[in-house]
């Protein structure tokens, strides 16, 4: 059983503290199979650790854009934050990565609205139909677009901490490659958890530690 996490943050990220060791051990553990790291407009961590710990772990990145967050993966080049969406998905796909959309529809945080999705629908691989750190539930509405266009879910757990880290992910039959894992998510099953209070208080927390 294959146990993959499409949406993580590291220390690089401003609101994360993911370390080199928490990742490397949700590997060796069998905690996770495949882990994205989804720093905030950036890769450089998660070039890295994939160096370090091999290809279990998948180069993406959350790029802010004009019009909300859109996550690329197996990215070789950073995506600068601050252009359209329209704009950003086109320099993922140019370099061969997989259009990821965290958390769409959400106002809290920063989600892609339905408008801007289907503006960019025929872009899109992966929509998030579940986010460990969730406070609304637009689950259900990102799963029926989904299957109204056709593409590839997962859930993964935004975590940005290790505590309640390893309870929300996808199950996949085999470790993805870059030219296997829509197929292998079509055929898999979404694990449903939560980081838990401490898990969705992690981002405010660590801004906090990191200015002191």
Partial sequence: MIRIDLHTHSVASPD?????????????????????ITDHDRIDFAVQARAALSEAIIVGEEITTLEGEIIGLYLTQL??????ATETVQRIRKQGGLVYIPHPFETIRKGISPETLNK???QVDIIEVYNGRSLQNRGLSAAEWASTH???????????????????Y???????????????LAKGTIHA???????????KFNRLRKKL
């Fill in 120 to 122: 960019i629908a025929e």
């Fill in 193 to 203: 958890g939560s980081t838990g209070l401490i898990g969705r208080l992690y981002p």
């Fill in 170 to 184: 996808t199950i996949l039959s085999l470790l993805p490659q870059r030219e296997t894992l829509l197929e292998l």
């Fill in 16 to 36: 994360g503290s993911l370390n080199l060791n928490d990742y490397r051990i949700a590997l060796t553990s069998g905690k996770l199979s495949s882990i994205a």
């Fill in 79 to 84: 995506v600068p934050a601050g252009l359209s």
């Fill in 150 to 168: 056709h593409k590839a879910v997962a859930s993964s757990s935004d975590a940005h901490g290790e505590i309640g880290w390893g309870k929300t």
